[in-house]
């Protein structure tokens, strides 16, 4: 018996994978809190929709209902959220998140220790470099 617990063990110790994580669920809002000067802040993440493309899942965030501006009694209903306009999904771990400029944030989910890759890229050519440690 101890000999089939040992071996039992060892197989699994040697059969373990990574934790595939997921940047959101879809199924849940997720709120955030942050900090504009003084003031604080929060936002949702709240998956609205969503579509397949292939093997890729775009899912989009909700929309706000915003005023156009202070002075008018003008509503966009289709303003997206600051952070998150939509999201794509990729089969091999890579989510690609839009803002309402169309820029677009890179998070490896896959990645291996010491990798790296640009996470954000400005339009000045400047970048922000991911590294996983």
């Given at each position: 018996?101890?000999?089939?617990?040992?071996?039992?063990?060892t197989?699994?110790?040697?059969?373990?994978?990574?934790q595939?994580?997921?940047?959101?669920?879809?199924?849940?809002?997720?709120?955030?809190?942050?900090?504009?000067?003084?003031?604080?802040?929060?936002?949702?993440?709240?998956?609205?929709?969503?579509?397949?493309?292939?093997?890729?899942?775009v899912?989009?965030?909700?929309?706000?209902?915003?005023?156009?501006?202070l002075?008018?009694?003008?509503?966009?209903?289709?303003?997206?959220?600051?952070?998150?306009?939509?999201?794509?999904?990729?089969?091999?771990?890579?989510?690609?998140?839009?803002n309402?400029?169309?820029?677009?944030?890179?998070?490896?989910?896959?990645?291996?220790?010491?990798?790296?890759?640009?996470?954000?890229?400005?339009?000045?050519?400047?970048?922000?470099?991911?590294?996983?440690?």
């Open positions: 018996m101890r000999t089939f617990l040992f071996l039992f063990l197989f699994q110790y040697f059969n373990t994978e990574a595939n994580y997921k940047l959101i669920d879809p199924l849940r809002e997720n709120h955030f809190k942050y900090k504009v000067f003084y003031e604080n802040r929060i936002s949702t993440i709240k998956t609205d929709s969503f579509a397949v493309s292939g093997c890729d899942t899912f989009y965030n909700y929309k706000l209902f915003d005023f156009e501006n002075w008018s009694s003008c509503i966009d209903i289709n303003k997206p959220n600051f952070f998150i306009d939509r999201m794509l999904v990729s089969s091999n771990g890579d989510y690609r998140i839009f309402i400029n169309n820029d677009t944030i890179l998070i490896k989910s896959r990645s291996a220790l010491s990798d790296q890759w640009i996470l954000y890229r400005f339009p000045n050519g400047n970048y922000i470099e991911a590294t996983v440690s």
